[in-house]
């Protein structure tokens, strides 16, 4: 009658050489999953940086460009034009 509200939890029991193997195949699972995961990301990382590091030399660039124009021909517009 004291067991009734109790929840019963099932127990397994296992061999602890299955046991050992097993883990050892989920660790070789989870060093795959990592690694392909850190390779995903480390491609991911660099074409992301690739793409910013184009966008801020044409910024760059465009900048300099107008420096160039706005110092080189201050007086002379009908040059540039």
Known sequence: MADEGKQIIPVG???????AQIMAR???I???????SGEKFLRAGKSVGRDLGTAYGL?????????YILFV???HWTRVI
């Open 13 to 19: 029991v296992v061999d602890p050489d299955q046991f």
């Open 26 to 28: 989920l660790d070789k």
């Open 30 to 36: 989870d060093e795959k999953i990592e690694f392909y």
């Open 59 to 67: 910024c760059a660039g465009l900048i300099i460009i107008l420096a």
């Open 73 to 75: 021909y201050a007086g």
